[in-house]
T-cell receptor, first 113, second 113 residues
Framework: AQSVTQLGSHVSVSEGALVLLRCNYS??????LFWYVQYPNQGLQLLLK??????LVKGINGFEAEFKKSETSFHLTKPSAHMSDAAEYFC???????????FGAGTRLFVKA | EPEVTQTPSHQVTQMGQEVILRCVPI?????FYWYRQILGQKVEFLVS????????KSEIFDDQFSVERPDGSNFTLKIRSTKLEDSAMYFC???????????FGAGTRLSVL
């Protein structure tokens, strides 16, 4: 069965510092991988996705993630945090051809001035 | 930018009552989904819907739940007799194709008293 593990329910960084949010997944077949962001009182917004091809994917707002099959990881990074990045981030996986998206528990990112 | 809209944003109901949560998917999308997030827990898949029938459902989606596309624009989730444990945020999503990106609405918070 597929599952997603996000390490750290809360991450705090200073403005301008590197953001690293960790995600590991388990899947019996090569999955599609996603990062979603949720701002307070809003829906889930897609940050980026990996389906096939280049393993380093770039998303909106300066975020990127790298698919590492050998490590079953899909960590999210951003070189320099902004105050506006404070939100909850969800890693998610879906089987190719599948309907169901499996979400991690989420990581709340705090950005300190 | 097209978006998925959900109404109401917050629904309060008494245990045992029927509720209908409403969603307007993105207009050219063909696949529709419901997810829920109990407070403090993961976002969980409930059901996917295509071509006027359920294409996949989770074990959560029991006989108390039903989905319908009553017209060309709305997609609804009905809970027949609500229980306290149905209290959650319910997210609607839609995608253009089976393997397309799922776009999420802002959610309806259901409170069962």
């Amino acid at each position: 069965a597929q599952s997603v593990t996000q390490l750290g329910s809360h991450v705090s960084v200073s403005e301008g510092a590197l953001v690293l949010l960790r995600c590991n997944y388990s899947s019996s077949v090569p999955p599609y991988l996603f990062w979603y962001v949720q701002y307070p009182n809003q829906g889930l917004q897609l940050l980026l996705k990996y389906t096939t091809g280049a393993t380093l994917v770039k998303g909106i707002n300066g975020f990127e993630a790298e698919f590492k099959k050998s490590e079953t990881s899909f960590h999210l990074t951003k070189p320099s945090a902004h105050m506006s990045d404070a939100a909850e981030y969800f890693c998610a996986v879906r089987n190719t051809g599948g309907f169901k998206t499996i979400f991690g528990a989420g990581t709340r990112l705090f950005v300190k001035a | 930018e097209p978006e998925v809209t959900q109404t109401p944003s917050h629904q309060v109901t008494q245990m045992g009552q029927e509720v209908i949560l409403r969603c307007v998917p993105i207009s050219n999308h063909l696949y529709f989904y419901w997810y829920r997030q109990i407070l403090g827990q993961k976002v969980e898949f409930l059901v996917s819907f295509y071509n006027n029938e359920i294409s996949e459902k989770s074990e959560i989606f029991d006989d108390q739940f039903s989905v319908e596309r009553p017209d060309g624009s709305n997609f609804t989730l009905k809970i027949r007799s609500t229980k306290l444990e149905d209290s959650a945020m319910y997210f609607c999503a839609s995608s253009e194709g089976r393997e397309g990106i799922q776009y999420f609405g802002a959610g309806t918070r259901l409170s069962v008293l």
